[in-house]
T-cell receptor, first 112, second 114 residues
């Protein structure tokens, strides 16, 4: 499984755009990149998934360069409620069920 | 669907006692995962099932831990005997499988062993 590296923590202010970058230098051809969000006292929640280029949904955007050795989760105009831990996962999306391995995550703190 | 349901939400037990955590996955999901989360070790995958069959239990810490999935709608994680270092939040998650890596997590069981 590809190892991921992301910042331990980030601070931001309400209304700002936040970009969290994840490095995954040994990503395999079959690997997908998935981001989860975890609020205190809750289980992780799926945010977005991509394979290459750019993916956007109602919550976030995911930017993946051509070499796929990194990815950036972009949260537009964050609010206090976006304070959470964000996990970057890389794994074989083809394998049945997948094996989801979580790293340390990035603790995002949004201030007023 | 009510999502993944775990019980109990909180459990306090004495060292040496048996603890059983329960999970009801989302109907129709083929994969089920058990995780443990602590401040020190983060979110660890303990075991995962596919179509009720354990696929990978390499994350199970030791023989005191066991997990079963007797049918598609129920799984248990048992710790016998429990130790204070087992104190953690235990999450159950399920996914559709077949290449889908979006997993849905339950609210977790906070276990305290005193």
């Amino acid at each position: 499984l590809a190892k991921t590296t992301q910042p331990i923590s980030m601070d931001s202010y309400e209304g700002q755009e936040v970009n969290i970058t994840c490095s995954h230098n040994n990503i395999a051809t079959n690997d997908y990149i998935t981001w989860y969000q975890q609020f205190p006292s809750q289980g992780p929640r799926f945010i977005i998934q991509g394979y290459k280029t750019k993916v956007t949904n109602e919550v976030a955007s995911l930017f993946i360069p051509a070499d796929r050795k990194s990815s950036t989760l972009s949260l537009p105009r964050v609010s206090l409620s976006d304070t959470a831990v964000y996990y970057c996962l890389v794994g074989d999306g083809v394998y049945q069920g997948g094996k989801l391995i979580f790293g340390q995550g990035t603790e995002l703190s949004v201030k007023p | 669907d009510a999502g993944v349901i775990q019980s109990p939400r909180h459990e306090v037990t004495e060292m040496g006692q048996e603890v059983t955590l329960r999970c009801k996955p989302i109907s129709g999901h083929n994969s089920l995962f058990w995780y443990r989360q602590t401040m020190m070790r983060g979110l660890e995958l303990l075991i995962y099932f596919n179509n009720n069959v354990p696929i990978d239990d390499s994350g199970m810490p030791e023989d005191r831990f066991s997990a079963k999935m007797p049918n598609a709608s129920f799984s248990t994680l048992k710790i016998q005997p429990s130790e204070p270092r087992d104190s953690a939040v235990y999450f159950c998650a399920s996914s559709l499988g077949q290449g889908i890596t979006e997993a849905f997590f339950g609210q977790g069981t906070r276990l305290t062993v005193v």
